[in-house]
């Protein structure tokens, strides 16, 4: 159990997707304006990454590996991960309207969130095992939603800061991400 944790928080903190692999970095600088945005997108992310990996798991050591056509993994994993965005999309337009159109663009593009197809494939590459695998999509997943809304609560700060005007807007923000990035390189001590 103590590796299974190990796995988790070391993937959420440490190897942060964003913040250290910079990955998914569209949703994370376009969604990250508000906090409640941040995290509705934050939930998704969750949602989706968990999910699709444990169906392109399966998928790949039950079919993939078995009919030796592994060449395949990544348009299967993107019709996998695609097939899941749009089933949070459908549920997001029915349960949570305000939440659907604030995420706006950006729920679609989940599909292309490279940092969701990067955990199947890693999980697959550093040949966890499946509770392994489950482990550090969690913990992927919640890094990314902690950052994100890390992010939205520091843009939302700034807005009421004296920002020089060179500064307003996408360099601040890029800024911002920067010194996150290096704030959480800190925690690669404890793990």
């Given at each position: 159990m103590k590796a299974l944790l190990l796995i988790g928080l070391s993937?959420?903190?440490?190897?942060?997707?964003?913040?250290?692999?910079?990955?998914?970095?569209?949703?994370?600088?376009?969604?990250?304006?508000?906090?409640?945005?941040?995290?509705?997108?934050?939930?998704?992310?969750?949602?989706?990454?968990?999910?699709?990996?444990?169906?392109?798991?399966?998928?790949?050591?039950?079919?993939?590996?078995?009919?030796?056509?592994?060449?395949?993994?990544?348009?299967?994993f993107i019709l996998v991960i695609a097939f899941l965005v749009q089933?949070?999309?459908?549920?997001?337009?029915?349960?949570?309207?305000?939440l659907y159109n604030a995420l706006g663009v950006y729920l679609p593009l989940i599909t292309t969130n490279c940092a969701v197809l990067g955990v199947a494939i890693t999980n697959i590459q550093k040949e966890y095992t499946f509770t392994e695998?489950?482990?550090n999509s969690l913990g992927t997943s919640v890094g990314f939603a902690i950052s994100i809304t890390i992010l939205a609560g520091i843009r939302e700060k700034s807005e009421y800061n004296n920002v020089p005007?060179?500064?307003?807007?996408?360099?601040?923000?890029?800024?911002?991400?920067?010194?996150?990035?290096?704030?959480?390189?800190?925690?690669s001590g404890l793990f």
């Open positions: 993937a959420a903190l440490v190897n942060n997707v964003v913040l250290s692999q910079f990955l998914g970095l569209c949703p994370f600088l376009g969604v990250s304006k508000k906090i409640k945005t941040a995290l509705g997108m934050g939930v998704a992310v969750i949602f989706v990454i968990c999910i699709s990996s444990a169906i392109t798991f399966v998928i790949q050591y039950r079919i993939l590996n078995r009919f030796n056509i592994s060449y395949l993994q990544t348009i299967v089933l949070v999309e459908m549920i997001l337009k029915k349960y949570s309207k305000p695998s489950m482990f005007a060179p500064f307003k807007g996408t360099p601040i923000t890029l800024i911002s991400a920067g010194l996150m990035a290096i704030a959480f390189t800190g925690f």
